[in-house]
T-cell receptor
């Protein structure tokens, strides 16, 4: 079945440093989504990418979808303590009613 | 606007006891509904999903079951809990018509089996 792999599993950065997490799918995706889960909270939808090579920005967050639509990345510029949490990528699977989530990258920002 | 409610927020249950977690969605009709489990510090595991009343698909064989007695109500149950059932349970919904499959999660239920 479809697999979505995400690296790194953990990342500690000093506040102000940049951060990137990478997502790779075993199959071509029609779209890819990113979610953020704060410690003790529930995952919250951040963004969806649909087009090959698409790049979207949300303030300090930059999301990219690969040309082959099998990989994606999330880059955070100048991290802040509010960026702490686990970031998940997810792609449609099965009948497209489901999402396969990556294992997540847990980001710690040291003040 | 759409909202999703899930309860209880936390519970501690002895091994062998039953479980019932309930979830309701408001502000939309005919949603797809999901139950996910997240072990401490781990990823999201899809347990069940439903595309309509009485229609349940199971992703992982286990001692858990799900039911959808009404269009916007989803229940997760167990007759006898195991220690390994401990975790963070998340109910979620998405639009029935494909709008990119975005999934909206409830606030979750922390289950500790002792």
């Amino acid at each position: 079945g479809q697999q979505v792999m995400q690296i790194p599993q953990y990342q500690h950065v000093q506040e102000g440093e940049d951060f990137t997490t990478y997502c790779n799918s075993s199959t071509t995706l029609s779209n890819i989504q990113w979610y953020k889960q704060r410690p003790g909270g529930h995952p919250v939808f951040l963004i969806q990418l649909v087009k090959s090579g698409e790049v979207k920005k949300q303030k300090r967050l930059t999301f990219q979808f690969g040309e082959a639509k099998k990989n994606s990345s999330l880059h955070i510029t100048a991290t802040q303590t509010t960026d702490v949490g686990t970031y998940f990528c997810a792609g449609p699977s099965g009948s497209a009613r489901q999402l396969t989530f990556g294992s997540g990258t847990q980001l710690t920002v040291l003040p | 606007s759409q909202t999703i409610h899930q309860w209880p927020a936390t519970l501690v249950q002895p091994v062998g006891s039953p479980l019932s977690l309930e979830c309701t969605v408001e502000g939309t009709s005919n949603p797809n509904l999901y139950w996910y489990r997240q072990a401490a510090g781990r990823g999201l595991q899809l347990l069940f999903y439903s595309v309509g009343i009485g229609q349940i698909s199971s992703e992982v064989p286990q001692n858990l079951s799900a039911s959808r007695p009404q269009d916007r109500q989803f229940i997760l149950s167990s007759k006898k809990l195991l220690l390994s059932d401990s975790g963070f349970y998340l109910c979620a919904w998405s639009y029935r018509t494909v709008r990119g499959n975005t999934i909206y999660f409830g606030e979750g239920s922390w289950l500790t089996v002792v």
